[in-house]
């Protein structure tokens, strides 16, 4: 649900198996080779790895619904199997902006 501001903020995450980087980080390059060629409106979209090199942090913006992410061919094919690719569980928080400054461009 879009809060006050027409947005909403999530944050995912997930420690990956051993074995599994190379594959990871081609499905994440082809989803921002998508973005850039498609441009969707309505999502900003971030993804970040933590220095121990096997976990990755997913930040998304969403200002419409349905998020414009989940009609991006590439993440759906990122996210089938996933399960397959991490150590646990994958964990997504909504996010409640306290304060920022021209993050995502805001």
């Known amino acids: 649900m879009l809060d006050h501001r027409g947005y ?3 944050l ?3 420690h990956l198996r051993s074995g599994c980087l190379q594959l ?7 989803v921002y080779a998508e973005l850039h060629r498609t441009r969707p409106d309505g999502v900003s979209y ?3 790895r933590l220095n ?7 930040v998304v913006q969403v200002r419409q619904e349905p998020n414009p992410l989940l009609a991006v061919e ?4 990122f996210q089938a199997g996933i399960a397959d690719r991490v ?8 996010l409640t ?9 805001s």
């Open 24 to 30: 990871v980080v081609a499905g994440i390059e082809a």
């Open 46 to 48: 971030a993804t970040f």
């Open 12 to 14: 995912g995450g997930a």
């Open 87 to 94: 150590s646990q569980p994958p964990v997504t928080e909504e």
């Open 97 to 105: 902006e306290v304060g920022s400054y021209l993050f995502f461009g």
């Open 8 to 10: 909403r903020d999530d």
């Open 74 to 77: 590439a993440f759906g094919e």
């Open 52 to 58: 121990d090199q096997v976990t990755f942090v997913h």
